[in-house]
């Protein structure tokens, strides 16, 4: 696959998984794991697409998410909503695990890669690098990315960060 199939773009990267999920599954069948997850998945995904995102791949309990520039209030607004939902959901099965986000802004390298045949979307770069080595115990927004944010959903995180 030649790189002129991936462009050089802006995104707010997001990094999403359970704390305690790996605990939680060692007690549970195959079966009640996969239920979960499958419903955890939809839930996730919905929230992203209303959001303007798109969910960029899903590896156990942890997604990787991005949005576009004009998207980054409607991302980061959307995380701030949705922590509280999941571990509601997660408590409402009686799993004891917490959602964590990590929100960065930066250029990474978006597009095709794979074999033809098996290609599919991906991001790369430092900036996903940033993001995923970022610390979290709820909601954390970078620097650079809340430097993106409106003037009112600043607040919210500065709100968020309050309660924490």
């Given amino acids: 696959m030649t790189s002129s199939l ?5 995104l707010l990267i997001v990094f999403l998984d359970l704390d305690g999920y790996k605990l939680e599954c060692e007690h549970r069948a195959d079966l009640e794991v996969a239920d979960m997850i499958d419903d955890y998945y939809d839930r996730i995904a ?3 697409q209303t959001a303007g995102g798109r969910v960029v791949k899903f590896i156990g309990d ?7 520039e004009r998207a980054i209030d409607a991302g980061a607004g959307m995380l701030l909503d949705l922590v509280p939902k999941i571990d509601a959901f997660m408590r409402e099965r009686g799993w004891n ?3 964590r986000a990590k929100a960065h802004f930066g250029d990474v390298m978006a597009g095709e890669f794979g074999s033809t045949g098996v290609a599919r979307f991906d991001v790369m770069g430092r900036e996903v690098n940033e993001t995923a080595l970022m610390k979290s115990d709820g909601v954390a927004v970078s620097p650079a990315a809340l430097a993106k944010l409106s003037a009112k959903v600043r607040k919210r995180v500065a709100e968020y960060r309050g309660r924490a």
């Fill in 6 to 10: 991936r462009t050089r773009t802006p």
């Fill in 46 to 48: 919905n929230a992203v």
């Fill in 62 to 68: 942890a997604a990787l998410i991005v949005f576009p």
């Fill in 97 to 99: 695990c917490r959602l």
